[in-house]
């Protein structure tokens, strides 16, 4: 089992980043260890230069991301934590790929046509060929699990189509005429309950960093009694909770309030109504907001504890970084060697 993934550095982490993908990366820590395989996290660095950024904001929540995803439970003992920009092999594999991914399949990508809008003329390269590089990401460590939400599944699925094309262009065969595969295929390991944390404001929109509004969304390093704010706040309708997951169908706040609380808690939609149901939002905000205070407290506490030794979380990345060269080093190679490039 190897686990790879990533997480862009830019503004501040938030509830959805934790439930769809951060927990997932501390859950599948401990299975790689107990298994003999890898972890890999990074800071999404590299990704985050594809959007207008201010360079000294980038520079300092790169640091932040290292102190709360290690406050989140990562271990750099266990897991390779780094930025990408420490471990150039990450932009070599993109370019490599450039001549295997299809313009066609990066202009299907939902993100770009978001991010992009109707002013495509304007958006940089790297917005466009983002993917690229984050199929480079995984493909380097021949991942098998890629914990990500649900909005990076398509993505993941382009990293395969890319490994695939790879593959069957340039594998080289082995002397018994086999084909052996440069990259392997990465599954995405996407959460069931969680998977699309909506914003707080608009329950059609997903929780976001880039988000104007910081009411939106829980982050992460917020204080117990923002967090609880935040959630009071958050936009509801009138009706009490129904006892059934069906009737949230058409209440898509109701909806993401109580898929909070399921995630936090542990417990399936159906049994958190069972206990809520036929109850107002003045009965459940308050028992979410406890919750959240109860999961996101102490994970608030260890990264004020963490934020400001600036060695520490350099030693991390650089230790880390140092780690990823190396065990990036043979697929790189292979990959150079696949496409015919002379080196050395
Ligand atoms: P990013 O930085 O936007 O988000 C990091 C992780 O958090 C998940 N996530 C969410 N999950 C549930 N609800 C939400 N509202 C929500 N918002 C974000 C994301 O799915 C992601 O798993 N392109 C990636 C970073 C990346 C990457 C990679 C990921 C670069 N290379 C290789 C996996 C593998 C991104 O921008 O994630």
């Not at 991301?65 to 390779?80: E, I, K, N, Q, S």
């Not at 028992?287 to 205070?293: E, F, I, K, R, S």
């Not at 060695?311 to 496409?339: C, K, Q, V, W």
Request: hydrophobic share 40%; net charge negative; proline share 6%.
């Amino acid at each position: 089992m190897i686990v790879v993934s990533g997480i862009q550095p830019t503004g501040k982490p938030h509830l959805g980043n934790y439930l769809g993908a951060i927990r997932n990366y501390v859950k599948l820590q401990d299975e790689a260890v107990a298994q003999g395989g890898r972890c890999l996290i990074f800071l999404a660095d590299l990704h985050a230069i594809s959007m207008p950024h201010d360079p000294a904001q980038l520079n300092a929540s790169t640091l932040e991301m290292v102190a709360t995803l290690v406050a989140c439970g990562l271990d750099p003992a266990r897991t390779v934590l780094f930025n990408q920009a420490q471990v150039p092999a990450h932009a070599e594999l993109q370019w490599l790929l450039m001549g295997t991914a299809r313009m066609g399949w990066l202009s299907r990508m939902t993100q770009w046509k978001d991010k992009a809008g109707k002013n495509r003329e304007g958006q940089s390269v790297a917005l466009f060929g983002y993917p690229v590089l984050q199929a480079a990401d995984v493909l380097l460590y021949q991942a098998t699990h890629v914990p990500v939400g649900d909005d990076q599944k398509q993505h993941l699925e382009l990293a395969r189509d890319i490994a695939q094309k790879f593959n069957n262009d340039f594998a080289p065969k082995s002397a018994n005429g086999e084909e052996a595969p440069v990259f392997t295929l990465p599954e995405p390991y996407i959460p069931e309950e969680a998977a699309r944390i909506m914003s707080l404001r608009d329950g059609t929109r997903k929780m976001s960093k880039s988000e104007p509004s910081d009411m939106s969304r829980v982050n992460l390093t917020d204080s117990a009694d923002d967090m609880a704010s935040k959630v009071k706040k958050a936009k509801t309708d009138p009706e009490p909770l129904p006892s059934e997951a069906a009737g949230l169908a058409d209440r898509a706040e109701a909806r993401n309030l109580v898929g909070i609380y399921a995630a936090l808690s542990g417990q399936a939609v159906d049994a958190v109504l069972r206990e809520h149901g036929g109850k107002g939002f003045g009965h459940f905000k308050p028992a979410l907001a406890d919750l959240l205070v109860a999961t996101l407290g102490p994970i608030r506490d260890r990264f004020v504890e963490l934020k400001d030794d600036h060695e520490a979380l350099h030693a991390i990345l650089a230790n880390g970084a140092a780690e990823a060269r190396a065990l990036s080093r043979p697929t790189l190679d292979a990959a150079y060697s696949a496409l015919g490039l002379v080196r050395g």
